[in-house]
């Protein structure tokens, strides 16, 4: 069975790094697209970072500069390492994966970031 477990949120404060993985399996994950998203209290869900199949990343421009996401092939995970965070990254982070030609989008539950001021 498809399933997607993000884990590594937690309280941080302001200025501060924390790192976020996504676990996937049921899955041949050298075919998986993985994306982060985020949600901030009473806002829309949005993107934070893409990986490719190939390893090739793209990034909001709110995560730019900032944000660094990998492919874990050992571990079959993607992770996103959050450096310099700001009181406005406080959201609930979640991992999205879809493989190729296939419309089916698979979620996570998410995990909590909170950065204190």
């Known amino acids: 069975q498809v399933q997607l477990v993000e884990s590594g949120g937690g309280l941080v404060q302001a200025g501060g790094s924390l790192t976020l993985s996504c676990t996937v399996s049921?899955?041949?994950?050298?075919?998986?697209?993985i994306d982060w998203y985020r949600q901030p209290p009473g806002k829309q869900r949005e993107i934070v970072a893409q990986i490719s199949r190939g390893g090739g990343a793209s990034y909001a421009a709110s995560a730019k500069g900032r944000f660094t996401i990998s492919r874990d092939s050992a571990k079959k995970a993607v992770n996103l390492q959050m450096n310099s965070l700001k009181h406005d990254d406080t959201a609930v982070y979640y991992c999205?994966?879809?493989?190729?030609?296939?419309?089916?989008?698979?979620w996570g539950k998410g995990t909590l970031v909170t950065v204190s001021s």
């Open positions: 999205h994966a879809t493989i190729p030609f296939d419309p089916t989008e698979f």
């Open positions: 049921g899955m041949i994950f050298s075919a998986v697209s």
